[in-house]
């Protein structure tokens, strides 16, 4: 097998090389994409790869974003869908537990942060290693299952919408 086809895991910590990696590997997408980010963090991934994503919808991707429960008026919605393309191939839910931040393409190749906090660190971990990423899909498929379509929060109702994903655990 060539050096590509192995495992491989790299540390990435600059902004650039973090951004051109998340580039290259949403750009690779062929079946889907999911990403579990804090609302913070998705506001900057669909700002920098809006195009990208618009690009992948429309070759057939499907993306599948899980984030925090809003504890306001939620206009990530309407923004993400501004950014790319409404659609059915687009699902956002909300979850009371983030498990972690990261982004799956194809269970194929994965960005996961190594800070949780919605602070400068951009140090991200990519790795293309299978039992790793299996891992990480299990999580967020189990908080995928466990989560709230967006559209099933009504603005303004706040409280019960965290009473609504609570009692769903």
């Known amino acids: 097998t060539s050096q590509e086809d ?7 910590s600059e902004k ?7 580039t290259d590997i949403i750009d690779r997408a062929q079946k889907e994409i999911n990403i579990a980010a804090s609302r913070r963090k998705l506001a900057r991934i669909v700002f ?38 409404p659609g059915k191939l687009l699902e956002l839910k909300y979850t009371d537990e983030l498990p972690s ?14 800070s949780t906090k919605d602070d ?3 140090s991200s971990l990519w790795t293309n290693n299978r ?5 990480i ?17 009504a603005v303004g109702h706040i ?3 965290t009473a609504v994903v609570h009692s769903r655990n």
Do not use: C
């Open 6 to 12: 192995e495992p491989q895991f790299s540390l990435l």
């Open 16 to 22: 650039d090389a973090v951004t051109g990696r998340m």
């Open 48 to 85: 920098d790869f809006a195009d990208l994503m618009k690009r992948a919808l429309k070759k057939g991707v499907k993306i599948q974003i899980l984030t925090e429960v809003p504890e306001d008026g939620d206009n990530l919605p309407r923004i993400i869908e501004e950014s790319t393309l």
């Open 101 to 114: 931040h990261y982004l799956v393409v194809d269970g194929a190749e994965m960005m996961f942060s190594t």
């Open 120 to 122: 400068a660190d951009n």
């Open 131 to 135: 039992s790793f990423m299996a891992l």
């Open 137 to 153: 899909q299990k999580s967020f498929d189990d908080a995928w299952r466990t989560s709230m379509s967006w559209n099933r929060v």
């Open 159 to 161: 409280s019960e919408k």
